[in-house]
Nanobody, 126 residues
Framework: QVQLVESGGGSVQAGGSLRLSCAASGYTVCIYDVSWYRQAPEKEREFVSGIDGRGVSTYADSLKGRFTISQDNAKDTVYLQMNSLKPEDTAMYYC????????????????????WGQGTQVTVSS
């Protein structure tokens, strides 16, 4: 019902920048949030950044000041600007969104679902 496609990954040198995109398709009434996660080899998937339905953004503490999340509502697309990249940023980056139905003008969180993209690889070399 909902599909997410990430793009913008690639290989860069330390200190470089990348901008990741997460484009959503498929009809949904309520969009609770869109978030970015990443997973490096033999490590657990970790939260990177997210933006909620009010446009409020959050970041992992270790990434504040280097990463910036933004959105284009008309295109149903969320971006992650990644600056001053470090080798430890190397990971597969995944986009996730929580979406669901509405009743009486109220979004029903109890019937919302999480949707994940396939991921885009980011590799930072020293």
């Amino acid at each position: 019902q909902v599909q997410l496609v990430e793009s913008g990954g690639g290989s860069v040198q330390a200190g470089g920048s990348l901008r990741l995109s997460c484009a959503a398709s498929g009809y949904t009434v309520c969009i609770y949030d869109v978030s970015w996660y990443r997973q490096a080899p033999e490590k657990e998937r970790e939260f990177v950044s997210g933006i909620d339905g009010r446009g409020v953004s959050t970041y992992a503490d270790s990434l504040k000041g280097r990463f910036t999340i933004s959105q284009d509502n008309a295109k149903d697309t969320v971006y992650l600007q990644m600056n001053s990249l470090k080798p430890e940023d190397t990971a597969m980056y995944y986009c996730k969104t929580r979406r669901g139905p509405v009743l009486g003008g109220t979004c029903l969180e109890g019937r919302s679902k999480d949707y994940w993209g396939q991921g885009t690889q980011v590799t930072v070399s020293s």
